[in-house]
């Protein structure tokens, strides 16, 4: 089964940074692109950020680009999204994907996990 | 970027009656080298990450009911629920992957009258 699981989210301070890691499974996680969105308490969905499967491509959405830098360890099945100088409006669920198109559209997400800033 | 409007924000469908949704893009996702509308719809519940329902704007995602149809290309289109089930009620999301940044509309939330 194909799995993404998301960790690392909880409450810092403005200015602060933290780390959220998904861990991956059920899947060729070095075949893919991956991406980070995020999702603001009761708004829509963004998009964060992207990486390809080698690591050697990276995008990043106009509002994090600067302070959040995605990673990836292919070895151990894991992306990574380093947050640095957070501040209140990056409060949200963060989600990890994959996105697969070509033929035809795959689309997994995990659960999400809190991201709260706030003093 | 482009820019996803959809419409209504919010609407309220008697059970068994049908419910349509609409998505607009500031710029067309049609890709004529493939002939495809870079186009898809979600479903998000409460406390869940968003469900696929729809791929290329029409091609329904293998166990979604098929009450669930997307229609249009270019920079129009429908999600059209034809037979509201209670199950149904949830925010709806379209999502152009024609470009980055990929963009979302701002969700629909759906209803029972």
């Known amino acids: 089964e194909v799995q993404l699981v998301e960790s690392g989210g909880g409450l810092v301070q403005p200015g602060g940074s933290l780390r959220l890691s998904c861990a991956a499974s059920?899947?060729?996680?070095?075949?893919?692109?991956m991406h980070w969105f995020r999702q603001r308490p009761g708004k829509g969905l963004l998009w964060v950020s992207r990486i390809k499967n080698d690591g050697s491509i990276v995008t990043y959405a106009d509002s994090v680009k600067g302070r959040f830098t995605i990673s990836r360890d292919n070895a151990k099945n894991t992306l990574y999204l380093q947050m640095n100088s957070l501040r209140a409006e990056d409060t949200a669920v963060y989600y990890c994907?994959?996105?697969?198109?070509?033929?035809?559209?795959?689309?997994?997400w995990g659960q999400g996990t809190l991201v709260t800033v706030s003093s | 970027d482009i820019v996803m409007t959809q419409s209504p924000d919010s609407l309220a469908v008697s059970l068994g009656e049908r419910a349509t949704i609409n998505c607009k893009s500031s710029?067309?996702?049609?890709?004529?080298?493939?002939?495809?509308?870079?186009l898809v719809w979600y479903q998000q519940k409460p406390g869940q990450p968003p469900k696929l329902l729809v791929y290329w704007a029409s091609t329904r995602e293998s166990g979604v009911p098929d009450r669930f149809s997307g229609s249009g290309s270019g920079t129009d289109f429908t999600l059209t629920i034809s037979s509201l089930q209670a199950e149904d009620v949830a925010v709806y999301y379209c999502q152009q992957y024609f470009s980055t940044p990929l963009t979302f509309g701002g969700g629909t939330k759906v209803e029972i009258k």
């Open positions: 994907a994959r996105l697969f198109w070509g033929d035809y559209f795959e689309a997994t």
């Open positions: 059920g899947f060729s996680f070095s075949n893919y692109w």
């Open positions: 710029q067309s996702v049609f890709y004529s080298s493939n002939n495809k509308n870079y």
